[in-house]
């Protein structure tokens, strides 16, 4: 009481109330926890020890990854602070695994990730009409409200004795609602989207989203006795919404963004040629939201595509950059001495063979490089001097030893980008030029 008096004075009363909960939360970490606390330990195992393409296959505990995307990548990055409390913890075969340092970190990253819900009930707050004002601040709205928020027994029981990450969700949620109170409702519409890419349980308020966005923000006026205006709908908001929605369903969902050129492989079919681009167009969708996880997959895009590139000239031109750029990406798995000029060697041999040929292949057409990837290839000479022969001998070697994988993947990223969107633009225009020649 007395901390409630001094944070009056103060005009601090939401940080106490803030404050006082976590220790209640901290109070709270030696107790009961479900069988759900060991449901997140097998996610933290599973993000951080297997590939993304197995997170959603991986059974060997019966406590399988059945949550949307994020939480998935969610989980994947408290893993590795988890590393750093007890390693065993993130082995996949340790079932039922506990220890003191995985009970202090679990425990911990929920209470942590509250503060998430804390900033969004303190949005809500500057949301509520200051007309009903008592003398007494235990009388405010505002007040009442955030002692509901903050410590909702439910909530604290849950997440804090059974043990689950419901708090930063439903900061989420608030958030939006909170925006949406703002009238800042393309905030409002993003926090959504993404809250439903961490849990689909959301997808019960969904209609209540849909119908108010849609009454509120897409038809900007009212008629004079409250009814909708229904000349005043916009479609530019409407799309504007969408595009938020498909953006953020995106870049969850990021192995299936070649989704547009399946579309085109079904409504505009381009017989096996088609076909080939499309599985070559998955392929690398998928291996770009994998990259760290295998990089070896990359040969799933480059072995396809070779069939590709000696057909058209722009297909080999797209070719040459992806398999320079992802053999190149592929050098730090031979990291010994004695690998060094072996692998040097036979991609300059196959390197100068592949642009060669296609270049002898299509020489009756226009140059396979422009000025800019002419460049661009020809910078991973200098760059591979730099990492094996410069870098070594520099002071930075022992203080960032990273520096040279960095540097390769930065640069063979932007590569390997650069194709996937040129194949992509490739494949809409020819879908959209056989659709011309038809007509």
């Known amino acids: ?55 959603y296959y991986e059974a060997t505990s019966e406590w399988t990854l059945d949550y949307p995307p994020f939480f998935a990548w969610f989980e994947y990055i408290l893993s590795h602070v988890a590393k750093y409390f007890d390693q065993e913890m993130l082995n996949v075969h340790n079932l039922n695994y506990s220890s003191s340092r995985t009970l202090l970190f679990q425990r911990f990253s929920v209470i942590f990730m509250d ?9 809500c707050c500057k949301c509520i009409d200051g007309k009903k ?12 409200l955030s002692v509901l928020l903050l410590w909702n027994f439910g909530l604290l029981i849950v997440d804090h004795i059974h043990f689950q990450y419901n708090g930063f969700l439903f900061g989420l949620m608030l958030l939006s609602i909170a925006r949406l109170f703002q009238k800042r409702h393309m905030e409002g519409a993003f926090l959504f989207a993404v809250l439903l890419h961490f849990k689909h349980i959301y997808l019960y308020v969904a209609p ?13 006026a009212n008629k004079p006795d409250g009814s909708i205006r229904w000349k005043s709908f916009s479609f530019v908001r409407v799309i504007s919404l969408g595009l938020v929605v498909f953006l953020v369903s995106a870049l969850s969902l990021g192995p299936f963004l070649a989704l547009p050129s399946i579309f085109c492989l079904w409504f505009k079919p381009q017989g096996p040629r088609g076909f080939l681009r499309c599985l070559t167009l998955c392929a690398l969708s998928s291996f770009m939201f994998g990259w760290h996880v295998h990089e070896k997959a990359i040969l799933l895009a ?79 000479g200098p760059l591979e ?42 494949v809409l225009i020819d879908s959209a030029i056989g659709k011309t020649k038809k007509q």
Not at 349 to 368: D, N
């Open 115 to 123: 503060v998430l819900f804390v900033y969004a009930v303190r949005e």
């Open 302 to 380: 480059i072995l396809p595509m070779s069939l590709l590139s000696v057909g058209k000239a722009g297909d080999a031109s797209i070719f040459l950059i992806l398999t320079t750029t992802g053999h190149y990406s592929l050098f730090p798995l031979l990291f010994t001495a004695p690998e060094l000029p072996i692998k040097i060697l036979l991609m300059l041999l196959f390197t100068i063979y592949s642009i060669s040929s296609l270049k002898t292949l299509f020489r009756k057409e226009k140059p396979l490089f422009n000025w800019m990837e002419t460049f661009y290839l020809l910078g991973l």
């Open 133 to 144: 004002v008592g003398k007494e601040l235990t009388e405010k709205p505002k007040f009442i």
């Open 208 to 220: 209540a989203y849909g119908v108010y966005l849609l009454r509120s923000y897409c038809f900007t």
């Open 385 to 426: 001097v730099c990492c094996e022969f410069v870098f070594p001998f520099t002071s930075w070697k022992v203080k960032y030893p990273f520096i040279p994988l960095l540097l390769t993947s930065v640069y063979c990223a932007v590569g390997i980008t650069y194709a996937w969107f040129k194949l992509y633009v490739s």
């Open 1 to 55: 009481m007395a901390a409630l008096t001094i944070a009056t004075g103060t005009g601090n009363w939401f940080s106490a109330l803030a404050l006082g909960v976590t220790l209640l939360k901290c109070l709270l970490i030696p107790t009961y926890h479900s069988t759900d606390f060991e449901v997140h330990r097998n996610w933290l195992a599973i993000t951080h020890s297997l590939p993304i393409s197995q997170w």
